[in-house]
């Protein structure tokens, strides 16, 4: 039987212990959708190279939104953390519904600027006019899955921001499973089923969002979860809390949002450069997708315990608690690291390209495997600092990143004409500029007086 809401308790404490029970499910369930995301990638590298390298201009696009939910997530995760370190258990489930309902306005927004707004946008930056039209058609199926993935991350910022990340792992799960069911059967055409080609992908993933939400909603209903944290008790609409949350998350929407739409940039910048490096570079994606799920699991980690540790007054911990996260971080990075270095040809393998494809990729690769140490290091600061409540900090440190990056992958890739290796560099410049700011923040003690 579950547990009343007034016999909860949802503050953490700073123990190893402590992160890796709540790190280590968030890795599980951002990896699972990493894998259907390769799987994807494997399955229409057998269609040839053009879709593989067009996996990659449809597949950043599509992250420009999602990482806008994921934006809208992190801030309702401060926010949720921040009640649950207050142990007000009461003003969870509110905070839940109008997340909900802020997201769904922001999905339609999505759906209408693809349909109306995207194809005009590829017909101007891509060369090849079947590029161009694969693609839209591809973007107005996919688009539509939106509202399930919005909703499938508020319901990530409630289970994280509770200290209940354990069941994050059931839903990716399903979704995995039955996203590989449907890729195969849609883009190949099997078990009866239509092929339908590059499109099959898109059904596949909308079909794999709609069922991982599905069953996760009824774990949650079924452990009680619903009743703990009074889920549905008021559902009306309530102008303060939705203030609250776009004040919270306005700041880290604009920051996800305009650094995917500079990686679009960039992938434009790439298939200037040709179709072999285009698919080379959709592949050191999938790189930082599915290697650097340990180091995006460790940064929502620190989101969460930082506000709910604030919440408990506990300021004094908070930085200690910051180097711990950051170690964990570093160590799964560097192991990656050394595994991508020693075995490069085992990975780049498994797109099925040829020998050809794999040398062109490697040097490539290394640039990115290094990369993803900096980045581990880098995130956690930034996501401490998105937990203190104060998500400017993090769109300023993002405006000054993206403006170094971009004006670097210009002027290596377009001007100079230079191998999208160096192009690729452009990471360490990233984040390193990422880096500085937060880790200032954190220092300076100015965060101390924030209240959210």
């Not at 891509?126 to 319901?155: A, C, K, N, T, W």
């Not at 996760?216 to 703990?228: C, L, P, S």
């Not at 989101?303 to 971080?329: A, C, F, P, R």
């Not at 990729?361 to 409540?389: D, E, H, Q």
Request: hydrophobic content about 50%; some cysteine; overall charge positive.
């Amino acid at each position: 039987m579950a547990s009343n809401s007034t016999d909860l308790n949802l503050r953490v404490n700073i123990s190893n212990k402590q992160i890796l029970s709540i790190a280590l499910p968030i890795t599980a369930s951002i990896i699972v959708p990493q894998i259907n995301f390769i799987t994807n990638n494997i399955f229409l590298g057998g269609l040839g190279q053009r879709a593989l390298a067009l996996a990659g201009i449809t597949g950043v696009y599509y992250l420009i939104f999602a990482v806008m939910g994921h934006g809208l997530n992190n801030g309702l995760q401060a926010l949720i953390s921040r009640r649950a370190g207050e142990n007000r258990i009461d003003a969870i489930g509110n905070l839940f519904s109008q997340g909900i309902r802020v997201s769904l306005v922001f999905a339609a927004m999505g759906i209408l600027i693809t349909w109306f707004v995207a194809p005009v946008v590829l017909g101007w930056s891509l060369h090849d006019p079947e590029s161009v039209r694969q693609s839209v058609s591809f973007l107005h199926i996919r688009i539509l899955g939106l509202p399930l993935l919005y909703v499938y991350q508020m319901r990530n910022a409630l289970l994280v921001g509770t200290n209940q990340s354990k069941y994050l792992i059931i839903g990716t799960a399903t979704e995995a499973i039955t996203n590989v069911f449907f890729d195969y059967s849609l883009i190949y055409g099997k078990f009866g089923m239509p092929q339908l080609g590059f499109n099959g992908a898109a059904y596949a993933s909308i079909i794999s969002e709609f069922a991982g939400l599905a069953v996760i909603f009824i774990v949650i209903r079924m452990n009680g979860i619903t009743k703990q944290l009074h889920l549905f008790k008021n559902w009306a609409f309530d102008l303060a809390n939705i203030k609250l949350i776009l004040k919270q998350s306005y700041p880290l929407i604009l920051q996800h949002a305009i650094s995917i739409m500079s990686w679009e940039f960039f992938y434009i910048l790439i298939e200037h450069h040709g179709e072999r490096d285009l698919a080379i570079s959709n592949t050191m994606r999938n790189i930082f997708g599915f290697f650097g799920c340990f180091t995006w699991a460790f940064a929502a980690t620190a989101n969460t315990m930082v506000s709910n540790v604030i919440g408990q007054k506990l300021h004094q911990d908070v930085e200690k608690l910051i180097y711990k996260i950051m170690g964990w971080s570093l160590g799964f990075a560097l192991l990656v690291c050394t595994f991508l270095n020693i075995f490069p040809h085992l990975f780049l393998s498994i797109y099925g390209q040829g020998e050809d494809f794999i040398q062109a990729a490697i040097p490539v690769l290394r640039v990115v495997s290094s990369a993803l140490v900096f980045m581990s290091i880098s995130v956690v600061w930034m996501n401490a600092v998105t937990g203190t409540g104060n998500s400017k900090m993090n769109l300023l440190s993002e405006i000054a990143a993206i403006t170094f990056y971009c004006i670097y992958v210009y002027t290596v890739l377009e001007k100079l004409k230079l191998p999208i290796t160096y192009g690729w560099a452009s990471e360490w410049i990233y984040w390193t500029t990422i880096l500085i700011p937060s880790f200032w923040y954190i220092k300076s003690g100015k965060w101390k007086g924030k209240r959210i």
